[in-house]
């Protein structure tokens, strides 16, 4: 199993406003970044309830869950919450209670060899680290710029523990990846 975070950014470190609005990041215009390489690669997207409530919201997949089929195709989405959320009729989403290194197991058996996507949040991809499975942070670095918001990764990781793979522009977009060394 190979875990990566890859997200986009404010680049002052805010994933959304306080309130989960991303209205920042599609106000940018131009090319954007390419996620199909990811998404053949992925084997199973990982996803806070606040980032599956605003995607169930953002592209009305309650009522036109043949759209979350676009996004994800037919492979499993694991939800981390402890309330009841809803889901899209006929996709494979998953809901797991706790933290992260309480579900390791369950997330190495759906993943099997195949990269698992956290997709969002901040604490979530900060709990794969805390138990010791984040390999790589790829960070889509957007030209906003943000007061206040979701904090992009709440935790201290320091630059001893990265090392930097890739980095390019694509339009108004900067894409890094950093490889992160377990100790």
Same mark, same amino acid.
């Given at each position: 199993?190979?875990?990566?975070?890859?997200?986009?950014?404010?680049?002052?470190?805010?994933?959304?406003?306080?309130d989960d609005s991303l209205d920042w990041l599609m106000a $940018?215009? %131009?090319?954007?970044?390419?996620? +199909?390489?990811?998404?053949?690669?992925t084997s199973v997207v990982v996803m806070g309830s606040r980032t599956?409530?605003?995607?169930?919201?953002?592209?009305?997949?309650?009522?036109?869950?043949?759209?979350?089929t676009v996004t994800f195709g037919t492979r499993p989405?694991?939800?981390?919450?402890s309330r009841d959320l809803p889901a899209p009729q006929g996709a494979d989403v998953r809901?797991?209670?706790?933290i992260v290194g309480d579900n390791a197991d369950m997330l190495q058996d759906a993943a099997g060899d195949g990269?698992?996507? $956290?997709? %969002?949040?901040?604490?979530?991809? +900060?709990?794969?680290?805390d138990a010791g499975l984040l390999d790589e942070i790829t960070l889509h670095l957007s030209p906003v710029f943000l007061a206040?918001?979701?904090?992009?990764?709440?935790?201290?990781?320091?630059s001893d523990r990265l090392i930097l793979v890739q980095a390019r522009q694509i339009g108004q977009f900067i894409e890094a990846t950093w490889r992160i060394s377990h100790p």
């Open positions: 199993m190979h875990v990566t975070y890859t997200t986009a950014t404010t680049v002052n470190g805010f994933l959304a406003t306080e $940018v215009g %131009g090319e954007t970044p390419d996620l +199909g390489n990811l998404m053949d690669t599956s409530e605003w995607l169930l919201r953002d592209q009305d997949l309650i009522t036109q869950p043949e759209a979350w989405v694991i939800v981390f919450t809901f797991a209670d706790g990269t698992v996507w $956290v997709m %969002g949040g901040g604490d979530l991809a +900060g709990q794969f680290l206040k918001g979701k904090s992009l990764f709440p935790r201290d990781l320091v």
